[in-house]
């Protein structure tokens, strides 16, 4: 790892600072800091992101049990020689605040399951490549994260099994009425499925084994439904 009071830091291409301490550790930017490889390990601790701006220039990895914290910064992917890879063996996914992906070789490669909580960025001419992992854009009762608008020249491509995005949308439940309300869930989608056989479950009886799963579709007196 790298102290965060040490200046004028330079590394060689290919090399890979570790983050593997067990314990709590500042991920250090000072200086304009730009990594090569990151690595991120260790069986206990937070791992710190500092608030502005984290760059890497290879392949970002995490394993162990640590905490990687994003401290709303943001988390730059940016090659223009070689291609990148983000892969977590980590039972939870990273979760980055602002992550921009600005690689415009072969692209980034997400090839195990991440998480966004603010925005995901593409950059001129970048390619994102979801080739065995999923982008889930997190929603809570404080934010909702969401997509930059995509300049023309970017791409996004998905695996042949995995690789997708999850939107979640948060809606408070602290007062029953407010259960029943219309909501705005998502912009149009192109899609086979039925909303019966998707938001309502097929059918399914609203009751033990699925209770906060599903759609209710109801009448217009609040005890109906229909």
């Known amino acids: 790892s790298i102290h965060s009071t040490i200046e004028n830091i330079n590394l060689n291409t290919g090399s890979n600072v570790i983050y593997m301490r067990n314990g709590d550790q500042q991920i250090t930017n000072n200086n304009g800091l730009i990594y090569q490889h990151l690595t991120i390990s260790g069986t206990s601790g937070n791992k710190t992101a500092s608030p502005g701006t984290l760059t890497i220039q290879g392949n970002f990895f995490k394993s162990g049990a640590s905490n990687f914290l994003h401290n709303n910064g943001t988390v730059i992917f940016n090659n223009f020689i070689a291609g990148q890879a983000y892969t977590s063996t980590s039972s939870v996914p990273v979760s980055f605040y602002n992550l921009t992906n600005a690689n415009i070789f072969t692209g980034l490669n ?46 996004v491509t998905y695996g042949a099994v995995a690789g997708r995005f999850i939107v979640e949308r948060y809606f408070p439940n602290n007062n029953p ?21 998707t938001w309502q479950l097929g059918g399914a009886a609203y009751g033990a084994g699925n209770y906060h799963t599903g759609t209710l579709i109801t009448g217009p007196q609040i005890a109906g439904n229909g």
């Open 110 to 155: 997400v090839l195990n399951n991440m998480a966004i909580v603010n925005t995901l960025s593409l950059a001129d001419n970048s390619k994102l490549n979801l080739t065995n992992g999923d982008i889930t854009l997190l929603s809570t009762a404080t934010n909702t994260a969401r997509v930059a608008q995509i300049p023309s020249t970017a791409t």
């Open 177 to 197: 009425l407010s259960h029943r309300a219309w909501r705005l869930v998502t912009a149009p989608l192109n899609e086979t499925e039925t909303i019966f056989n």
